[in-house]
C-alpha cells in the first residue's frame, strides 16, 4: 500500500473500526497522515513504558482531557444539542476547564470519560494511533487491549507495527485486514554517508532563499536527495549549460525561486526564454517567488512535492495515473 492510499483508508474508518499497518512505526503513520490533508484529527498514543492496559488508558484520557482544555470553549455539544453529551459531565468539565485546568475526573468510570472527552473533540473526527511491539508479545499485549477497549467505545483505531509480527497471541486479534506499507527505495545520495562532514550547501551564497529551501528538501523523508542546487543543465542549441536554483535530475524538474529583480524585463523575457529551453530539454519547470517562500515554506515545498509526484513514473497497475 502507497502512503497516500494508506491516509485515504485512514481517513476512511468508521465508528470503533480498526486497521493494522505493518512496515510503519506510530510516529511513521503519523508523519505520513500529516503530510497530507485528511480532514480528521489524529492523536499519537503515547504507550511507552506501560505495562498494562489501564495504564495506557489512563494516560490516553489524560491526554484527551489537555486537547480538550486547549480546545475549550469551542466543544461540540457545549450547548446540549448533542444527546451524546452528559449534562453532569458536561457541567463539571466546563467548570474545570473555564479555571484552566484539564477536564479529567478519576474517580469516573473510565468509559464515561472516554466517551464524554471524545464529544468534546469531536467523537467522529479523532483517530487514535498507537504503536504495537512487533518482537515483544508482553509490550504489544496490553496496547492492543487498550485498543480494542477504545474501539469498542467507538473510537477509529490504527495499531502501527513497525515490522510484520508472528501470527499468534496477541498480535492475532488485529493482524485480520492489516496493510503493508510499500517501500520507496531511497536515492542514493540519501544513503550515501560522506567520510567527512556533509556536503556544504551548494546554493548561491546570496540567496538566503534557496538555502531554506534546499534545507527544508534535505530534511523531507519525501524529497530528500532529491534535489541539488546552484547546478547547470545542458540544453539544445549552442551547447549553453544555465545554471539553475535547484535542479532534480532524476525527475527533471527544475524549480526556479525569483526576487523581486525577476518581475520587470530584461530578467522577465529572459526567464521566459530559459523556461522554453529547459522545456525542451524535457525539463518541468516551477517557479516560486522569494516572497512566497517567506510567507510558506511549507507551502512551497508541498508544491514541489506535487510536481515530484507528478513526474515520478506510476506504480504498475494505477488506474490513476
Same mark, same amino acid.
Given at each position: 500500500?502507497?502512503?497516500?492510499?494508506?491516509?485515504?483508508?485512514?481517513?476512511?474508518?468508521?465508528? %470503533?473500526?480498526?486497521?493494522?499497518?505493518?512496515?510503519?512505526?506510530?510516529?511513521? @503513520?503519523?508523519?505520513?497522515?500529516?503530510?497530507?490533508?485528511?480532514?480528521?484529527?489524529?492523536?499519537?498514543?503515547?504507550?511507552?513504558?506501560?505495562?498494562?492496559?489501564?495504564?495506557?488508558?489512563?494516560?490516553?484520557?489524560?491526554?484527551?482531557?489537555?486537547?480538550?482544555?486547549?480546545?475549550?470553549?469551542?466543544?461540540?455539544?457545549?450547548?446540549?444539542?448533542? &444527546?451524546?453529551?452528559?449534562?453532569?459531565?458536561?457541567?463539571?468539565?466546563?467548570?474545570?476547564?473555564?479555571?484552566?485546568?484539564?477536564?479529567?475526573?478519576?474517580?469516573?468510570?473510565?468509559?464515561?470519560?472516554?466517551?464524554?472527552?471524545?464529544?468534546?473533540?469531536?467523537?467522529?473526527?479523532? +483517530?487514535?494511533?498507537?504503536?504495537?511491539?512487533?518482537?515483544?508479545?508482553?509490550?504489544?499485549?496490553?496496547?492492543?487491549?487498550?485498543?480494542?477497549?477504545?474501539? %469498542?467505545?467507538?473510537?477509529?483505531?490504527?495499531?502501527?507495527?513497525?515490522?510484520?509480527?508472528?501470527?499468534?497471541? &496477541?498480535?492475532?486479534?488485529?493482524?485480520?485486514?492489516?496493510?503493508? +506499507?510499500?517501500?520507496?527505495?531511497?536515492?542514493?545520495?540519501?544513503?550515501?554517508?560522506?567520510?567527512?562532514? &556533509?556536503?556544504?550547501?551548494?546554493? $548561491?551564497?546570496?540567496?538566503?532563499?534557496?538555502?531554506?529551501?534546499?534545507?527544508?528538501?534535505?530534511?523531507? =523523508?519525501?524529497?530528500?536527495?532529491?534535489?541539488? %542546487?546552484?547546478?547547470?543543465?545542458?540544453?539544445?542549441?549552442?551547447?549553453?549549460? =544555465?545554471? @539553475?536554483?535547484?535542479?532534480?535530475?532524476?525527475?527533471?524538474?527544475?524549480?526556479?525561486?525569483?526576487?523581486?529583480?525577476?518581475?520587470?524585463?530584461?530578467?522577465?523575457?529572459?526567464?521566459? $526564454?530559459?523556461?522554453?529551453?529547459?522545456?525542451?530539454? %524535457?525539463?518541468?519547470?516551477?517557479?516560486?517567488?522569494?516572497?512566497?517562500?517567506?510567507?510558506?515554506?511549507?507551502?512551497?515545498?508541498?508544491?514541489?512535492?506535487?510536481?515530484?509526484?507528478?513526474?515520478? &513514473?506510476? =506504480?504498475?497497475?494505477?488506474?490513476?495515473?
Amino acid at each position: 500500500m502507497t502512503p497516500d492510499a494508506l491516509a485515504e483508508r485512514v481517513a476512511g474508518l468508521g465508528t %470503533g473500526e480498526r486497521l493494522a499497518v505493518v512496515g510503519l512505526t506510530r510516529d511513521g @503513520v503519523g508523519e505520513v497522515l500529516a503530510g497530507r490533508e485528511i480532514g480528521r484529527g489524529v492523536l499519537l498514543v503515547a504507550a511507552e513504558e506501560l505495562r498494562t492496559a489501564r495504564a495506557v488508558i489512563d494516560r490516553l484520557l489524560d491526554d484527551l482531557a489537555d486537547l480538550a482544555l486547549a480546545r475549550w470553549p469551542d466543544w461540540p455539544g457545549r450547548d446540549g444539542s448533542a &444527546p451524546e453529551v452528559s449534562g453532569p459531565w458536561l457541567k463539571a468539565a466546563a467548570t474545570f476547564a473555564a479555571a484552566g485546568r484539564p477536564p479529567r475526573f478519576r474517580r469516573a468510570a473510565p468509559a464515561l470519560e472516554f466517551a464524554q472527552l471524545l464529544q468534546a473533540l469531536d467523537a467522529g473526527s479523532v +483517530i487514535l494511533v498507537a504503536e504495537v511491539d512487533p518482537a515483544s508479545p508482553a509490550r504489544a499485549a496490553p496496547v492492543i487491549e487498550a485498543l480494542e477497549w477504545c474501539a %469498542g467505545l467507538g473510537a477509529a483505531c490504527v495499531a502501527a507495527l513497525p515490522a510484520q509480527p508472528p501470527d499468534a497471541p &496477541p498480535y492475532d486479534r488485529i493482524l485480520y485486514g492489516a496493510c503493508a +506499507i510499500d517501500r520507496v527505495p531511497m536515492p542514493a545520495a540519501s544513503r550515501f554517508i560522506p567520510p567527512h562532514s &556533509p556536503p556544504r550547501s551548494r546554493a $548561491h551564497p546570496a540567496s538566503a532563499i534557496e538555502r531554506r529551501v534546499e534545507a527544508a528538501l534535505a530534511g523531507d =523523508p519525501e524529497l530528500a536527495g532529491l534535489f541539488v %542546487g546552484n547546478a547547470p543543465v545542458r540544453v539544445p542549441g549552442d551547447g549553453r549549460q =544555465p545554471w @539553475v536554483d535547484l535542479l532534480c535530475r532524476e525527475h527533471r524538474i527544475v524549480v526556479e525561486l525569483d526576487g523581486p529583480e525577476h518581475q520587470a524585463n530584461p530578467k522577465f523575457g529572459d526567464d521566459r $526564454h530559459r523556461d522554453y529551453e529547459l522545456m525542451v530539454a %524535457g525539463y518541468l519547470v516551477l517557479r516560486l517567488t522569494n516572497a512566497q517562500v517567506d510567507h510558506d515554506l511549507q507551502r512551497a515545498v508541498e508544491k514541489i512535492r506535487a510536481v515530484v509526484r507528478l513526474r515520478r &513514473p506510476a =506504480p504498475a497497475g494505477d488506474p490513476t495515473r
